[in-house]
């Protein structure tokens, strides 16, 4: 089976491209046919991270049609097992991609043959962001233990809530929905989410019911990155249980990632963190939380719900 | 998810019916880590308003609970609403002895001579609780039932002993192992019977004469 995990965080700096390129890693190192989609389409750089500072093709090849299949856009990387889709020659308007050519793009990620394909998924909270976490229920948001972070990182998942809504229906009748929940409450309170599925269940109830069946397949992780030691241990955990209990969104907690300067250091060299420094706290959480998501999928997997995690597309 | 206004003051915390002043006091220390105005758990997440109204529940809730007299009328309020059931908020701890007469009422800090004033009389009276006096052999469950015969929560021997609360639930359970040595559980037991003012000598040893064989 195919697992999908977008990975971002809103925040720039938070952390989202070394995750990837280290989760990559220790993926293909267990022996998981592992792919890296740079979907940062306007400032990539998950190239460097895993020094191949002049990638020969990209992504850009794919949506200009120099090339026919997003296959050929592939590179290998020093890495067994491990491939990359970089973004590094796109073009400068790159970011404003537009609809169709995204979704171009997304319906090709899912036909590729790999176990996992991670993505990166750059900063902010424009239609170019969220829409790659349309194509997986499994998104990873990355955020650091400060209130900007957070702040964003909150954003972030409220954006994608309304964007997945936003997309069961037909503009007309979400603009209708939007107008009645913004009489019943202002748009920054808690409950203008939460609101808007049992509005549309009343209007259409079959629609109603497909929503929330899509919103509870719904399974985000949470990962807190440059953890120190004088942060909660538990923040992370707490922030869950807030988006459970007033988004309504199934969010675990997979773990913090412990603060280290060795991190800049592998960056600076351009290799990967977690086989340059395998043993620092940094290194064990990451492979720690990476198990911990292995096992959540794999029991999803299990479960068997036969949801197909690109049924709009 | 119920609105918080329209939740009860123990779905506001997370507590149970019957949970004890220490877990309402560790679930409000929770809540206010989550929910306070510096909170890094919430921050940007609710509009000002919104914490406000939570921080101003919060606090309503505590403070209804913590004070044994307001929570009891809570209490009695949510039965006849019919939010909870009796059965749970009574079943374990918190039946507290009625005094039959209240000389000091004025007066403060009689409490524990109230108590054992009507634990004597409540132990004359229940015919049960003579019989479970007679027993040859005592187990834990044996002193679990007399305790609740007389309405005494535990955690009201524990302050009167000084002994931690679930190394008695050991003793009431059984599970000595888990206590540090014998010679603990006979004084724990003895300080346990001496809260109910009897003679701990006899019953030290029918309960110790079980462990022994």
């Known amino acids: 089976m195919q697992h999908i995990w977008p990975i971002g965080g809103g925040k ?85 991609l537009v609809y169709s050519q995204k979704i171009r793009v997304l319906r090709a990620i899912t036909k590729l043959p790999y176990e996992y394909i991670l993505l990166d998924v750059g900063a902010g909270t424009s239609f170019n962001t969220i829409d790659f976490y349309m194509i997986s229920d499994y998104g990873v948001f990355v955020s650091t233990p400060e209130p900007t972070s957070i702040e964003n990182v909150y954003r972030l998942i409220r954006s994608v809530y309304f964007r997945k809504i936003r997309q069961m229906l037909n503009q007309q009748d979400f603009k209708s929905i939007i107008e009645q929940a913004g009489v019943l409450c202002k748009e920054s309170s808690i409950d203008y989410l939460s609101a808007i599925p049992f509005l549309i269940k009343d ?12 919103l509870q397949n719904i399974q985000y992780r949470l990962v807190l990155n440059q953890h120190r030691k004088r942060d909660n241990p538990n923040l992370g955990f707490l922030m869950c249980k807030m988006v459970k209990k007033y988004l309504g969104i199934k969010m675990e907690f997979v773990g913090n990632i412990h603060f280290d300067e060795r991190i800049h250091d592998a960056v600076r060299k351009k290799v990967s963190f977690i086989s340059r420094y395998p043993y620092t706290q940094a290194a064990s959480d990451i492979r720690e939380l990476c198990n911990k998501m292995l096992l959540i999928s794999s029991q999803d997997s299990i479960a068997g719900d036969e949801h197909v995690q690109v049924h709009h597309l | 998810m119920k ?18 002043q220490f877990e309402i006091r560790s679930a409000y220390k929770t809540a206010l880590y989550i929910y306070d105005n510096g909170s890094p758990v919430s921050y940007s997440f609710f509009s000002k308003d919104e914490r406000k109204n939570i921080l101003v529940l919060l606090e309503e809730a505590f403070l209804t609970l913590i004070n ?36 000091k009422r004025s007066k403060v800090s009689t409490s524990r001579k109230t108590t054992s004033g009507s634990i004597e009389s409540g132990r004359e009276s229940h015919h049960i609780m003579s019989k479970l006096l007679a027993l040859d052999v005592i187990t834990g ?23 931690r609360i679930n190394l008695l639930r050991c003793i009431e359970e059984d599970r000595f ?23 701990p000598g006899p019953f030290v040893d029918r309960y110790m004469k079980r462990i022994i064989d």
């Open chain 1, 12 to 96: 720039g700096g938070s952390g989202k491209s070394f995750l990837v390129s280290n989760l990559g890693v220790w993926l293909a190192m267990q022996g998981k046919k592992t792919l890296m989609v740079d979907v940062d389409l306007g400032a990539a750089n998950l190239h460097t991270l895993v020094n191949i500072p002049y990638p020969e093709k990209c992504l850009s090849d794919f949506i200009n049609k120099k090339v026919d299949t997003l296959d050929e856009t592939i590179i290998e990387t020093s890495t067994d097992n491990l491939y990359l889709i970089s973004g590094a020659n796109n073009n400068l308007d790159a970011s404003n």
């Open chain 1, 203 to 214: 209007r259409e109830p079959e629609t109603g019911k497909i929503i929330e069946l899509m």
């Open chain 2, 3 to 20: 609105p918080l206004e329209k939740q009860n003051y123990y779905e506001i915390l997370e507590i149970s019916p019957n949970a004890t």
């Open chain 2, 68 to 103: 044994d007299q307001t929570r009891s009328e809570y209490n009695r309020k949510l039965v006849e609403e019919g939010v909870l059931d009796e059965e749970t908020l009574y079943g374990d701890d918190y039946k507290k002895p009625i005094p039959i007469i209240d000389l």
């Open chain 2, 141 to 163: 469950s044996d002193l679990r039932k007399m305790r609740m015969l007389l309405g005494v929560p535990l955690e009201h021997i524990a302050e009167y002993t000084k002994v």
């Open chain 2, 177 to 199: 192992e888990e206590l540090p040595s014998m010679f603990h559980l006979k004084s724990f037991l003895r300080s346990y019977i001496d809260y109910f003012k009897l003679d």
